[in-house]
């Protein structure tokens, strides 16, 4: 099965613009999250999806940050507008609990760089 | 509140030395996870080992190796005779136990570099 997908790869911006990350799990996995990492804060959740529903969003930074799951094979984060200090790699993990190893998986990330 | 603290911010070792990985941790909860994630240069993060509170037996896998010490609140991790694939960015992790048919939710350490030099 193919692992946890994240596009694109790397995205460069300029600040103001909207900018889309898409994540496609693990078929299957009934969990998802949104990481970023910075040299400055390290891994930070963001938020995390259960069954498509968000479950916590603490971790969003501001209201700039939104996070949609539309259904059990997509989810997207979205930036708008973005700023520099949005600049990061973000991660998307997904896991799953019944009958599993309750082990979460992640996908290779999305460096952002917004000029 | 959860903390996981990585100490090392970076190792370099020469290959075939041992190595080991500190980490340290902080949490009220009695029953908790502890994980190991390595971050190999092509960025996702894998994930290498999960113990509860309650199990402080000693792990090995091949080269590797886990010390769970709740004494001190540490879960270290050693390479044993390191090769050069083992550079990479390893993080300990931390979660409460989950609710019934909840997923686990780490909370993550800064990392420690690796560089196993040739």
């Known amino acids: 099965d193919a692992g946890v997908i994240q596009s694109p790869r790397h995205e460069v911006t300029e600040m103001g613009q909207e900018v889309t990350l898409r994540c496609k799990p693990i078929s299957g996995h009934d969990y998802l999250f949104w990481y970023r990492q910075t040299m400055m804060r390290g891994l930070e959740l963001l938020i995390y999806f259960n069954n498509n529903v968000p479950i916590d969003d603490s971790g969003m930074p501001e209201d700039r940050f939104s996070a949609k799951m539309p259904n059990a094979s997509f989810s997207t984060l979205k930036i708008q507008p973005s700023e520099p200090r949005d600049s990061a790699v973000y991660f998307c993990?997904?896991?799953?609990?019944?009958?599993?190893?309750?082990?979460?998986?992640f996908g290779a990330g999305t460096r952002l760089s917004v000029l | 509140a959860q903390k996981v603290t990585q100490a090392q911010t970076e190792i370099s070792v020469v290959e075939k030395e041992d190595v080991t990985l500190d980490c340290v941790y902080e949490?009220?909860?009695?029953?908790?996870?502890l994980f190991w994630y390595k971050q190999p240069p092509s960025g996702e993060l894998v994930f290498l080992i999960r113990r509860n509170s309650f199990d402080e037996q000693n792990e090995i896998s091949g080269r590797y190796s886990w010390n769970f010490q709740k004494s001190t609140s540490s879960f270290n991790f050693t390479i044993t005779a390191s090769q050069v694939v083992d550079s990479a960015v390893y993080f300990c992790a931390l979660s409460e136990a989950p609710r019934a048919g909840g997923s686990y939710i780490p909370t993550f350490g800064r990392g420690t570099s690796l560089i196993v030099h040739p």
């Open positions: 949490t009220r909860d009695t029953t908790y996870y």
């Open positions: 993990a997904s896991s799953q609990v019944r009958g599993a190893k309750n082990i979460q998986y």
